[in-house]
């Protein structure tokens, strides 16, 4: 086989192994580097892990970067926006693509895909959340428990759960841009659902439940994963949050969906930019990504 094609596999220092500050979800790290790296060298693309923060000289000689693991952008948004538009300046292809990273970086895309036309849970948006907003929106929303998300952020962290006999302390404060939103009880009763796609076709699906007491369902508050088959109808209403996006449909994508007490699935996220693809659920998730990758370059 020739000379490989270098694709660089967007990371962070606390996902990348050997690192001191090391996460306990970075096997999650591991095992897409696992499954891909075969995939693509398969295909004659070599698979390098590099730190998204490392000196802009690391990156000579790629000729494309896939996002993977950067998760500590959250606090550096502008930095990682800034970082993303030099590579591409450099003639390294972004997968996904500039244009959809910057629409999925804040949470507020998801008023659009209401708009246009995809069930969403209601939300509140602030400048920053504090007791008094907390109480507002339990009225507004007329329920007992809401939760409270950064509008740039990820993975349940800096997340909060608060209910009517269960406020935050006098002078508490978010301290970021903030959505709340009502409590769903499916997501602790069924689960959140999954349903990965790869080019804009259906690859695999799983369900993530929390961990008993939790209602966080990432495996860095205990949750765990398990094979799911949807329904025509679920995977119709997944492709139809998809096919929502203001842009074809990206290399990679993962939409996430809970249950509304009518029914109906309604969309919690639509990662698109690092999500997590659950390789273990996908068995051929290396051999379709690693497909996809070599088409678009």
């Not at 008094?132 to 909060?160: C, M, P, W």
């Not at 929502?244 to 509304?260: G, N, S």
């Not at 009518?262 to 690693?290: C, F, H, K």
Request: proline residues 6%; contains cysteine; hydrophobic residues 45%.
């Amino acid at each position: 086989m020739g000379k490989l094609t270098r694709i660089a596999y967007l990371a962070c220092a606390d996902t990348l192994p050997g690192s001191p500050t090391r996460r306990d979800d970075a096997f999650e790290h591991d095992r897409m580097v696992e499954m891909l790296t075969p995939a693509f060298a398969g295909r004659g693309m070599a698979l390098e892990p590099i730190d998204w923060r490392a000196p802009f000289a690391t990156f000579n000689g790629f000729a494309a970067a896939l996002i993977g693991t950067p998760w500590d952008y959250f606090d550096r948004a502008a930095e990682f926006l800034e970082r993303l538009d030099a590579l591409v300046a450099a003639g390294v292809r972004l997968l996904n693509t500039p244009e959809v990273v910057r629409w999925n970086i804040e949470k507020t895309y998801l008023r659009e895909l209401a708009a246009r036309g995809a069930p969403a849970i209601p939300t509140l948006w602030l400048e920053d959340a504090d007791r008094d907003a907390v109480v507002a929106a339990l009225d507004h929303f007329n329920t007992d428990v809401v939760v409270v998300k950064r509008q740039i952020g990820g993975g349940a962290l800096g997340q909060h759960r608060f209910g009517r006999d269960d406020l935050p302390v006098d002078g508490w404060r978010m301290g970021h841009a903030a959505m709340i939103q009502p409590f769903v009880p499916a997501i602790v009763e069924e689960g959140e659902i999954s349903l990965i796609f790869i080019d804009g076709s259906f690859s695999h699906a799983l369900r993530k439940r929390a961990a008993a007491g939790d209602y966080r369902i990432q495996s860095l508050f205990g949750g765990r994963e398990e094979d799911f088959a949807p329904s025509s109808a679920e995977l119709a209403q997944a492709g139809g949050v998809l096919a929502a996006c203001p842009f074809p449909a990206p290399t990679y994508a993962r939409i996430d969906m809970v249950r509304l007490p009518s029914g109906e699935l309604a969309v919690m996220e639509a990662e698109l930019i690092e999500p997590y693809l659950y390789p273990d659920q996908g068995r051929e998730l290396g051999d379709r990504l690693a497909a996809a990758i070599a088409k678009a370059i």
